[in-house]
């Protein structure tokens, strides 16, 4: 969704079933206040593929609700798109890396004191798995039946000011709904698939150099890894197709009539370390029996610059601290897959900021074919998304959005958050019958914590997590399986709330799917 050039919102759709798809996303946009003082086109952009197999059309209604409300949210006070800007021709402004270059060159006002970066990415086509990838080198070691993606599981998004680098951003691994196997999707979504989240960075080092009246220009670069197969390797961005990429910048102003200076940023951005190994394992005959790689990253980068503004002169500093794994295998001649992820990482500004994260992957997949042309799927996955957060930047806390926030927020200098999912599914695909056939069982469990820090004593603290300065505020656990949910409990702090639901969606064991092939399911496979 954008509001002319600017994109504001990222979502996705649900799995489709036959008997039609409703779903409902709610989301805070205060943030955006700036847009919203302003005249908008709005062009709401949602893909669809209609033929012989795929019948469904979309009925969409976007609603706003304004408000007011006594918390005051530091909302921007302009925002700057670098995007395709094709909102004039009532389309969307995403930019397709690497097909073509996410750049714009943008002047900003001389009294700017602060600014945010926020890029909005996520891959597509050939880089939907990204994260299932395997080096280049080993693209072809199964032979020409099965052909993997390459330029190894590892993505990093680069932002570039006037050339150099000024922050980056390890992306989520984000799962769409029919993903791996469609049944872990009937009806829980995967994380974030309905609210793909900005990457955030402070660029408020560079205001001295954005305040000069002159242009500078603003790149997003999307790098995989390019190796020679003897386990050396260094980014690129000659990856896969494609990334759908935007970015933002959040201005805040000083006083009008103010110009803003101070020193140009220092930066140091070593190159990251890389460690990478691949090993063939080979049968009697020479043939290829299975695959085992691993890829370590480790990236640090820090930024600092003088600021003179109305109130005086400051340092302004950025930090980066960022991990990497994945150790991934093939097996049975490549047709099974497991891979085991870890991305963990630090982000500090000046201004108070800070935010941690890790987001663990594990999944297993496997594909066999059949006599007669059908063929099954069955996987597993567990993955989460783990982050505390001190302070904000561009978007608000959790806590501004909580709806028992007023009680609390005076407590807390920060959220954190806890989301984990695991599920089984199977798959049968009848190609002949333009049919196929699966079931799957998904477990999800959320929970929302407000972070004290060490000299406030909160009274509703849960207990063991007191004495570390962390208070639940939310939990909800949900299962689901075979298009039913079998429990939703909510539990809210405080309130003394606990909520169970159920519902069933459908009585039967077996879901039934319209045609997909093994490709575009696992992102490897015949064509």
């Known amino acids: 969704m954008f509001f002319n050039d600017t994109e504001i919102f990222r979502t996705s759709t649900a799995e489709p079933t036959q008997n039609g798809i409703i779903w409902t996303y709610i989301k805070d946009m205060s943030n955006y206040l700036a847009l919203f003082k302003e005249p908008q086109r709005i062009i709401f952009d949602l893909g669809n593929l209609v033929d012989d197999t795929y019948t469904g059309s979309w009925h969409t209604t976007l609603t706003a609700t304004f408000f007011e409300t006594e918390d005051d949210i530091d909302a921007a ?61 080993d693209t072809k070691v199964f032979g020409n039946e099965t052909s993997l993606y390459g330029y190894s599981p590892f993505r990093e998004l680069q932002l570039l000011i006037d050339g150099s680098l000024a922050g980056v951003a390890w992306p989520f691994p984000v799962i769409f709904t029919g993903g791996i196997v469609p049944g872990f999707w ?33 790149e997003i670069r999307v790098a995989g890894i390019d190796d020679d197969g003897k386990g050396n390797g260094n980014l690129t961005t000659a990856i896969g197709s494609n990334w759908v990429v935007t970015g933002k910048v959040f201005v805040w102003l000083d006083r009008a009539g103010t110009i803003t200076t101070g020193t140009l940023p220092t930066i140091s951005a070593p190159e990251p370390y890389l460690d990478l190994y691949s090993s063939a394992q080979k049968s009697r005959t020479g043939t290829v029996d299975a695959l085992l790689y691993a890829v370590k990253v480790g990236r640090n980068l820090s930024i600092s610059s003088t600021i003179e503004t109305s109130s005086g002169t400051e340092l302004a500093t950025w930090q980066q601290n960022f991990v990497y794994s994945n150790e991934g295998e093939f097996t049975n001649g490549g047709n099974d897959q497991e891979t085991r992820q870890y991305t963990s990482g630090f982000d500090a500004s000046s201004n108070g900021y800070s935010k941690t994260f890790d987001y663990p992957l594990y999944v297993f997949s496997t594909y066999n074919v059949q006599a007669g042309g059908n063929f099954t799927i069955h996987g597993k996955l567990a993955r989460g998304k783990n982050v505390k957060r001190i302070g904000q930047l ?19 200098i920060g959220t ?24 799957g069982s998904t477990e999800q469990r959320y929970f929302l914590y407000g972070v004290s820090d060490s000299a406030t004593v909160v009274q509703d603290a849960t207990p063991g997590l007191a004495a570390q300065g962390i208070t639940e505020l939310y939990r909800r656990h949900v299962l689901a399986a075979n298009d039913s949910i079998l429990l939703d409990e909510e539990t809210l702090a405080g309130a003394g709330l606990k909520m169970q639901h159920s519902q069933s969606l459908s009585g039967d064991d077996k879901q039934v799917f319209a045609e997909v092939g093994i490709r575009k399911l696992l992102g490897r496979g015949p064509f």
């Open 77 to 137: 006070d302009m925002i700057i798109p670098v995007s395709a800007r094709k909102s004039a021709a009532d389309s969307p402004s995403g930019f397709v890396v690497p097909e073509s270059k996410a750049v714009n060159t943008l002047r900003f006002p001389r009294n700017i004191n602060k600014a945010i970066f926020t890029i909005s990415a996520c891959g597509q086509a050939t880089e939907e798995f990204w994260w299932s990838n395997v080096l280049s080198s």
């Open 186 to 218: 009937r009806p829980v979504v995967g994380i974030d698939a309905f609210d793909l989240r900005d990457d955030e960075i402070d660029i408020t080092p560079f205001v001295p150099l954005l305040a000069d009246g002159n242009e500078h220009s603003f």
């Open 394 to 412: 561009a978007f608000p806390s959790e806590l501004k959005t909580f709806s028992q926030t007023p009680p609390y927020e005076s407590s807390f």
């Open 416 to 439: 954190s958050t806890s989301d984990l999912q695991n599920g089984t599914a199977s798959y049968l695909g009848a190609p002949a019958l333009k049919r196929s056939f699966g079931s």
